[in-house]
């Protein structure tokens, strides 16, 4: 009976672990850090400000950089970031966006683009999604972090949940 129990649990194991493919290549420095520890029982909140602008769109889904930029700044605002969104705002280049951060008095500005937004073709039709996201310093443009990821989901799965699990993961502290 245990070697059956055993049996059945490992192979509900390798099954659901094949549900997520996410894939994701990021820099070695994390994201600045919100919360300074001062002591073992105390942390400190600092001010890091981030101008988030809408993620370019690189694919034939109308909107997946807005959509992909408003999951992002959710995410970025449970961490404790203050946020100045210009997601609603058409997308910029980088200079412009470098101006727009300074003129924001923020610290941070994050840039990038998704490559995929849609549901795959076929039977099943999974959500797939890619996206590659940057954080840089406003006051010299220097790059601070930097990450792309890809996830595709099962066909009961939608677009949301599959990127929001992704940029996560992605900016899993």
């Not at 039709?125 to 990821?149: C, F």
Request: with cysteine; charged share 25%.
């Amino acid at each position: 009976m245990n070697r059956v129990f055993n049996f059945v649990l490992f192979g509900l194991v390798v099954a659901f672990s094949g549900c997520s493919t996410a894939v994701i290549t990021q820099t070695a420095n994390g994201l600045p850090a919100v919360y300074e520890d001062v002591n073992d029982t105390y942390q400190e909140k600092t001010d890091v400000k981030i101008a988030l602008f809408r993620l370019n769109n690189y694919t034939d889904t109308p909107r997946a950089g807005m959509r992909a930029s408003n999951l992002i700044e959710g995410i970025l605002l449970t961490k404790g970031y203050t946020i100045k969104s210009h997601v609603k705002d058409k997308s910029v280049s980088f200079k412009k966006a470098k101006k727009i951060a300074k003129d924001d008095n923020a610290k941070y500005f994050m840039y990038g683009g998704v490559s995929e937004w849609r549901y795959k073709t076929g039977i099943d039709g999974e959500p797939a999604v890619s996206v590659q996201m940057s954080l840089y310093k406003t006051k010299n443009g220097k790059l601070v972090w930097s990450a792309t990821g890809s996830d595709s989901d099962w066909g009961n799965g939608s677009i949301g949940t599959t990127a929001h699990d992704l940029f996560e993961e992605i900016m899993a502290d």
